[in-house]
């Protein structure tokens, strides 16, 4: 009976903490997605609130090269968008200025902010990349030998896959007669995964390691980046896959685009899982060091 009673405890503790570890989950993934539509309509409302049509469509078109994942040098963005080359290209910024015909500050605002994000892209995959100097005076990262800094990302979410629930499936024959037993019985185990949160803090990465800092638990963890296997890119998240250990997911927390008052023309673009994978491809090419002139 005894035996029983631990059984139905140890049950009871794996369900209580297999719906926490899903509740948080989900809480999270659907706080973060109720911010991303408030951002997204926040950025509608300042396209539809310029009076140019054709300033309207280059922003339109702008935010749909940015959205598809795309990168492109800068003065490229205006000619895909539809800008003539002559003009692009001439660098004279009033002719551009005049040709583009934003009349709302706040659209030409948004409208370069989608440029700059995207020949950011193009710049991480194909310009040598930036060293961050004074890793420790800035971060308190302590590198090692022959170990630079090349990003950080704040406000990051870290998941990590853990066994919630272990199944076991009995086969078998078994058969008693008076004191005898005999039969044989085998047995097949099913592990149940699912990511739970670990912590939120900053994600640093360098040509060596991802190192994650929490900042609400304490939480810490390395991964070396010789060890990742395989990535699956998602909208606002990258999971790590590595051998013989934890799939690990970091998810960038959304700015809040759609809380900033109208006269505030500072935007920002959550972009972290294209230019977090553009910088592992880099250092897993041993390109890092190279410009694209240089291939």
Same mark, same amino acid.
């Given at each position: /009976?005894?035996?029983?009673?631990?059984?139905?405890?140890?049950?009871?503790?794996?369900?209580?903490?297999?719906?926490?570890?899903?509740?948080?989950?989900?809480?999270?993934?659907?706080?973060? /997605?109720?911010?991303?539509? =408030?951002?997204?309509? =926040?950025?509608?409302?300042?396209?539809?609130?310029?009076?140019?049509?054709?300033?309207?469509?280059?922003?339109?078109?702008?935010?749909?090269?940015?959205?598809?994942?795309?990168?492109?040098?800068?003065?490229?963005?205006?000619?895909?968008?539809?800008?003539?080359?002559?003009?692009?290209?001439?660098?004279?910024?009033?002719?551009? =200025?005049?040709?583009?015909?934003?009349?709302?500050?706040?659209?030409?605002?948004?409208?370069?902010?989608?440029? @700059?994000?995207?020949?950011?892209?193009?710049?991480?995959?194909?310009?040598?990349?930036?060293?961050?100097?004074?890793?420790?005076?800035?971060?308190?990262?302590?590198?090692?030998?022959?170990?630079?800094?090349?990003?950080?990302?704040?406000?990051?979410?870290?998941?990590?896959?853990?066994?919630?629930?272990?199944?076991?499936?009995?086969?078998?024959?078994?058969?008693?007669?008076?004191?005898?037993?005999?039969? #044989? @019985?085998?047995?097949?185990?099913?592990?149940?995964?699912?990511?739970?949160?670990?912590?939120?803090?900053?994600?640093?990465?360098?040509?060596?390691?991802?190192?994650?800092?929490?900042?609400?638990? #304490?939480?810490? @963890?390395?991964?070396?980046?010789?060890?990742?296997?395989?990535?699956?890119?998602?909208?606002?998240?990258?999971?790590?896959?590595?051998? #013989?250990?934890?799939?690990?997911?970091?998810?960038?927390?959304?700015? #809040?685009?759609?809380?900033?008052?109208?006269?505030?023309?500072?935007?920002? @673009?959550?972009?972290?899982?294209?230019?977090?994978?553009?910088?592992?491809?880099?250092?897993?090419?041993?390109?890092?060091?190279?410009?694209?002139?240089?291939?």
């Amino acid at each position: /009976m005894e035996i029983y009673i631990a059984v139905a405890a140890i049950i009871l503790v794996v369900i209580l903490f297999t719906a926490t570890s899903k509740s948080q989950v989900e809480k999270i993934d659907k706080t973060e /997605m109720d911010e991303r539509n =408030k951002n997204e309509f =926040k950025f509608f409302q300042v396209i539809n609130a310029e009076p140019s049509e054709q300033a309207r469509d280059f922003l339109k078109k702008a935010k749909e090269l940015f959205d598809s994942g795309e990168c492109l040098e800068f003065l490229d963005v205006y000619v895909k968008i539809g800008v003539p080359e002559h003009i692009a290209y001439s660098k004279d910024a009033d002719l551009i =200025k005049e040709h583009l015909g934003f009349e709302s500050e706040q659209a030409e605002h948004l409208f370069g902010t989608y440029c @700059l994000a995207i020949s950011a892209r193009y710049d991480l995959q194909n310009s040598k990349l930036r060293v961050i100097d004074d890793a420790f005076d800035k971060h308190k990262l302590i590198l090692k030998k022959g170990e630079v800094l090349y990003s950080v990302f704040y406000n990051m979410y870290c998941f990590q896959e853990k066994t919630i629930m272990r199944n076991i499936t009995y086969t078998g024959l078994r058969y008693r007669s008076g004191l005898l037993r005999a039969g #044989n @019985l085998s047995y097949a185990t099913n592990d149940i995964k699912s990511f739970v949160v670990e912590d939120y803090g900053t994600v640093f990465l360098t040509n060596k390691r991802i190192v994650f800092v929490g900042k609400q638990k #304490n939480f810490s @963890l390395t991964i070396a980046i010789s060890s990742i296997r395989d990535y699956y890119l998602y909208k606002d998240s990258v999971l790590l896959h590595m051998d #013989n250990k934890k799939n690990v997911t970091f998810k960038e927390a959304q700015y #809040n685009n759609h809380t900033q008052p109208d006269d505030d023309y500072c935007f920002i @673009l959550n972009d972290f899982p294209i230019q977090f994978i553009s910088i592992i491809g880099r250092i897993a090419n041993q390109t890092e060091n190279l410009s694209i002139s240089e291939l």
